[in-house]
């Protein structure tokens, strides 16, 4: 856990991999646990520390996460998810080429107690709850593609299940059909950039996490780098 971003209402954290953002059966320390440990030895404050959780990304994904520091940033934090005011960009690493260099992606996902997993339909279907998601490349290595996700909504498991269901698994995630594990642990799925209004000042918060000290991760994202220069010299050219 790193903490990239901190005011007197809100934290966010770039949880690693591995990591559960809130406590589960299985006992392990959550990060919204350890983060208050850290706050209070920071500021040296006595007693109990408040510290609230907004929303959670998945056990073997990386990235951002945003908790509240005072119970008026918790309710108007959850109040701005609920209404959809908070974007969040994701990076996913997978292993087959996208069948399209970008795409939105409309499927019907069922949840699965039994596996915990998450099961992908073309047509809606009794129980299904809709699922949208848009994707673009945007870096690629001779056996790896980058993708940069979006999200329309918010369901258990989308962008494993959705990604997995059009060829691409990302890589490492075995519940959703890549072959191996990771060496390094979790899954190549990053919560990379989020934006939103901050729910006191009314500022704009937009932070974005730091590349995986991986060597894959920093090969995709500098080529990533080299795409994006490219086209905005094109683009100028153009002017």
């Not at 920093?218 to 100028?236: C, F, P, S």
């Amino acid at each position: 856990m790193e903490v990239v971003y901190e005011d007197n209402h809100i934290i966010i954290v770039n949880k690693a991999a591995g990591e559960i953002v809130q406590g589960d059966r299985t006992g392990d320390e959550p990060v919204v646990e350890t983060l208050k440990k850290w706050i209070k030895e920071k500021y040296n404050k006595p007693g109990n520390v408040f510290c609230g959780v907004t929303h959670r990304i998945d056990r073997p994904t990386m990235g951002l996460v945003v908790f509240a520091r005072t119970s008026k940033g918790l309710s108007r934090m959850n109040e701005l998810f609920r209404r959809g005011e908070v974007h969040k960009t994701y990076w996913a690493i997978v292993k087959n080429r996208p069948p399209k260099p970008e795409d939105t992606i409309t499927s019907y996902l069922t949840p699965v107690e039994q596996g915990n997993r998450t099961l992908v339909w073309p047509e809606p279907r009794p129980g299904a709850q809709k699922a949208v998601m848009s994707y673009r490349v945007i870096g690629s290595s001779e056996r790896y593609w980058l993708l940069e996700v979006n999200l329309m909504t918010g369901r258990k498991h989308q962008i494993r299940a959705q990604l997995s269901s059009i060829g691409c698994p990302i890589r490492g995630d075995l519940k959703y059909g890549y072959e191996r594990s990771n060496p390094e642990g979790g899954i190549s799925l990053q919560s990379h950039r989020i934006t939103f209004e901050h729910p006191v000042s009314h500022k704009i918060v937009d932070v974005t996490a730091p590349v995986p000290h991986i060597p894959l991760w920093k090969i995709l994202a500098a080529d990533a780098q080299q795409r994006q220069q490219q086209q905005e010299q094109g683009n100028a050219a153009s002017l």
